[in-house]
């Protein structure tokens, strides 16, 4: 599949547009979903348009959730944003996986964890279940416990206390 969608398929595409008539006023509108990457701002679309359950499915067909997973535990801030929507109809494994993001994330996207973290706690992906310190390494723990501690934005002062609670293993 991988050599289809990356070698084939935009070759195919290529023979098409060298071999059509172009005419400006008749020219098809061509869209290959399928060799279009997977980004934030795509993904938002996904999002707005089908619902976030259906954006969910998507990303189970076009290997979605690494990409989603690994975007929001590098910090990438528009990528933060879409787990709250994302999450709830996530696969069980992945919702761990994208909490374990959100964890690591932490010390240097505070303010867009602490935002995103559910504001009720709930049992997905609330601050006390994100925030657990299991994975954690001390040194790691340490430096989110810091990050969660300098954050004083009132907006998120409850989510910042379930948060340091879990961190600090309370």
């Known amino acids: 599949m991988f050599l289809f969608t990356r070698l084939v398929l935009p070759a195919l595409v290529c023979a098409l547009l060298l071999f059509q008539r172009w005419d400006a006023a008749?020219?098809?509108?061509?869209?290959?979903?399928?060799?279009?990457?997977?980004?934030a701002r795509i993904l938002q679309q996904r999002i707005d348009s089908d619902g976030p359950e259906a954006a969910a499915r998507?990303?189970?067909?076009?290997?979605?959730?690494?990409?989603?997973?690994?975007?929001?535990?590098?910090g990438w801030i528009n990528w933060i944003g879409l787990v709250p929507p994302l999450i709830?109809?996530?696969?069980?494994?992945?919702?761990?996986?994208?909490?374990?993001?959100l964890r690591r994330a932490l010390p240097t996207r505070t303010r867009q964890?602490?935002?995103?973290?559910?504001?009720?706690?709930?049992?997905?992906?609330?601050?006390?279940?994100?925030c657990q310190r299991h994975d954690l390494l001390p040194a790691s723990?340490?430096?989110?416990?810091?990050?969660?501690?300098?954050?004083?934005?009132?907006?998120?002062e409850e989510r910042a206390r379930d948060c340091l609670r879990a961190l600090q293993g309370r």
């Open 88 to 101: 709830v109809h996530a696969p069980p494994t992945e919702a761990g996986s994208l909490r374990g993001a």
């Open 26 to 39: 008749a020219a098809p509108a061509l869209v290959v979903e399928a060799a279009t990457p997977l980004n």
């Open 141 to 156: 723990r340490l430096k989110a416990i810091r990050a969660v501690e300098a954050e004083h934005d009132i907006r998120y």
């Open 58 to 74: 998507s990303l189970d067909h076009d290997g979605g959730w690494l990409r989603l997973r690994r975007a929001v535990g590098a």
């Open 113 to 130: 964890v602490l935002g995103a973290l559910d504001p009720k706690n709930g049992p997905v992906f609330g601050g006390s279940v994100v």
